[in-house]
């Protein structure tokens, strides 16, 4: 009886029940997060992103703002379009796509470890358990503890995809190196290449490791790679112009990534000897795993002198096997280049640490210790294995639960690393959404005493005290936060519009012009000025301030300035324009019935008494609640001496509203004229 194989020597059947137990194990301790909301930046990047409201135009969904984590990533943004398309904001079925990417991801390098095991520099000791081994890896990786944030956290999709990018990469090459292989799986290695700087600058890296792979294990030096494939490495090498590209436009990230954030390079590197010692130690004891480790510095070199002895130790070994182990040195480089883009010199300010950052990196340190256990004990390693993958598993599973909710999810950072000022600062924030703003004003003030210098927790701390009527403590909390940081727009801001409401309209504006300073043509600060300028009677600056707001609002939010600047122009007699404008409210959002309202009191002002019947007709029909609609509908009709339509609208809004200030004397008045004008009758039905 002949046995089936795949090309690349193992039997199908047990490759193909392999890669479904590796889906299935990422399914299993990963379906309990399919419940979990939002949670910190996933609100800016899914709920607060307006270039995943619709699919088209696509450039602009390859366009996200720059201040998200999806900035400059447009592959990991239009996945989250697609989400949108499908979902709205509706959590689950981003979890879902987390979940298959991560899935996928797994599946893949099921495949590249199989086929990398069945080369000839490794096939003689591994190759007759190629298919065990690599789905022993694979089944560890999916259902490791450590990987949660980058699968169960939303936005870290982009850490997940852009693995999955990098393991296809790899795939495809290996594919297109095998005997008889499509020279097409060369051209989908570039591709998947290319979409991986597309989503993630870790990608940096993808082109190296291939050729590493190559030289390691297929052509056996980098001259000859390079004299079989040069076509293959300069196609994978103009990857990096598009990367180049994404990130020059990225400016840093508004700040968050880079040297101009205002974080040394060198503290920044002591803190990543004290990082990736803790990443590796979470590799074997996954606990205890923190959500956010803020962004305190290590400043004191004498403090890490052991991470780093150690970490140097390890690179050494890296670099010297790579030269006289290759196989070896394979999984050495592999860890380290993918982490260095994150965790070397160059500052992530936002983030000193992060648990996601290993995503890639754990797959190399488990194919060592797997490898080895296996050079050590046989098969019988692999029953050891399957016990920690079960353990793992359950971890994942009850760490998932920490993602419940968002406020549990703070506390349990707040519990793990109590002083953490961003953690109390994002706790006090879901409070306060929450309404608790007494609970909110303590965890700001924690926040503040955890880092003097935080600026963003006394803006925080102001807009909640702003909330409880506490207004000379918001206001102090304002200037506090201005005093630290003094191109702090949002406090510019809060403190304005506090300043508004008391009256105080000069310093008002000096705010409101400096939040411009800072943020230019930024909508909302462009409508409170032009507000303020309706208040003080300056018409023409609060015109040109409503224009300007909606020449930069996003399209889809913009028709409440419409709105408002059809009313001014209304109230200076320029029908005309106001009639321009509320049209193209109605145009912008048909579905509107406040939209068809404006414009009928707009028609209704400029005496055109039968279109403005139209668009209160069909306000009440989008609303058929909406009581103004239906009373300015009466009225309008009585002017046009159509009085038993008259009698009907008024009738309904007592039907809606029984003790209407006006209805009552309309409708009797409507009633009395039907009697006294029976030509009336003849209008409508």
């Known amino acids: 009886m002949t046995t089936i194989r795949d090309d690349s ?47 088209w135009p696509l450039w602009s969904v390859l366009q996200p703002p720059s201040h998200l984590t999806v900035s400059a990533r447009p592959v990991a943004n239009l996945t989250l379009a697609i989400n949108h398309a499908i979902d709205g904001v509706r959590p689950q079925g981003y979890h879902a796509l987390n979940l298959l990417i991560h899935a996928g991801a797994g599946l893949v390098l099921f495949g590249v470890i199989g086929r990398t095991l069945r080369k000839p520099a490794l096939a003689p000791r591994f190759g007759a358990a190629a298919e065990l081994l690599a789905l022993t890896v694979a089944v560890l990786w999916v259902v490791h503890p450590l990987q949660t944030e980058a699968v169960t956290y ?21 594919r297109g190196t095998e005997a008889g292989a499509s020279a097409w799986w060369l051209v989908l290695a570039v591709a998947a290449c290319a979409l991986g700087m597309a989503t993630k600058e870790v990608m940096v890296s993808a082109p190296l490791l291939v050729l590493l792979h190559d030289r ?23 990857t990096w112009i598009l990367l180049a590209w994404l990130v020059i436009g990225a400016e840093n990230r508004s700040g968050s990534a880079g040297f101009g954030g205002g974080v040394s390079p060198w503290h920044y590197a002591l803190t990543q000897c004290q990082a990736i010692v803790h990443y590796l130690w979470l590799c074997a004891w996954p606990h205890p795993l923190v959500f956010d480790y803020g962004t305190r510095l290590v400043r004191d070199p004498l403090a890490v002198v052991p991470q780093a002895l150690l970490l140097l130790s390890l690179v050494a070994a890296a670099g010297w096997a790579v030269w ?20 070397s010199l160059v500052p992530v300010v936002t983030q000193s640490m992060a648990e996601h950052r290993m995503y890639l990196s754990l797959a190399a340190v488990l194919s060592l210790v797997v490898l080895a256990s296996y050079v050590r004990l046989g098969r019988r390693s692999l029953f050891v294995w399957l016990v ?43 409070l306060a959404d929450a309404n608790r703003l007494d609970a909110a004003v ?9 880092d003097p210098a935080y600026a963003e927790s006394r803006n925080n701390l102001g807009v909640v005290l702003h909330k409880l009527n506490r207004r000379d403590e918001a206001s102090r909390a304002f200037a506090e936060a201005l005093a630290l940081n003094p191109g702090y727009a949002a406090a510019h801001y809060n403190l304005a519009n506090l300043l508004d409401e008391d009256g105080r309209r000069d310093e008002a504006r000096r705010h409101y012009l400096r939040v411009l300073e800072l943020t230019p043509d930024e909508p909302a600060t462009l409508v409170r000025l032009a507000e303020l300028e309706v208040r003080s009677g300056d018409v023409f600056a609060a015109e040109k ?21 059809g009313y001014l122009l209304v109230t200076q007699g320029r029908w005309s324009e106001a009639l321009d404008v509320l049209r193209e409210a109605v145009r912008a959002d048909p579905t509107s019935a406040i939209a068809h309202y404006n ?25 058929p609640q909406m009581v103004p609609a239906r009373f300015n509908l009466g009225n309008t009709l009585a002017l046009l001496r159509r009085f038993p339509e008259a009698v009907r609208q008024f009738e309904r809004v007592l039907a809606l509203e029984p003790r209407h200030p006006r209805a009552q004397i309309a409708l009797d008045e409507a009633r009395r004229q039907s009697v006294l004008s029976p030509e009336a009758a003849g209008h409508g039905p």
Request: proline letters at 4%.
């Open 9 to 55: 020597g193992g039997p199908r059947f047990r490759v193909a029940v392999g890669g479904l137990l590796v889906v299935l194990a990422a399914i299993a301790v990963y379906a309990n997060s399919l419940t979990g909301p939002f949670v910190f930046d996933d609100v800016a990047a899914i709920k607060e992103n307006p270039s995943i409201a619709q699919l």
């Open 599 to 623: 414009l009928a009191n707009a028609l209704v002002q400029s005496d055109r008494l039968a279109d403005a019947v139209d668009e209160y007709a069909r306000a009440v029909q989008l609303d």
């Open 545 to 565: 301030h409503y224009k300007a707001a909606l020449e930069h609002a996003p399209a889809g939010t913009a028709n409440a300035t419409r709105f408002s600047l």
């Open 324 to 343: 006289r182990r290759p196989a070896l040195g394979f999984p050495g480089v592999w860890f380290f280049a993918i982490l260095a883009p994150s965790s």
């Open 216 to 238: 390691t294990f297929v052509a056996g030096s980098f001259a000859e790679a390079w004299r079989r494939r040069r076509t293959f490495y300069r196609s994978l090498a103009a």
């Open 388 to 430: 920690v993958a079960v353990g793992w598993g359950g971890l994942t599973m009850r760490r998932n639960r920490d993602y419940r909710t968002e406020a549990g999810l703070w506390r349990d950072t707040i519990a793990k690393c109590p002083d953490n000022p961003r953690a109390h600062n994002a706790l006090g924030n879901v």
């Open 442 to 450: 303590d965890a700001f003030r924690r926040a503040g005493e955890c």
């Open 154 to 174: 939303v936005v870290q999709r982009v850490e997940s995809l852009m693995g999955l990018f990098y393991l296809l990469t790899l795939y495809c090459y290996i």
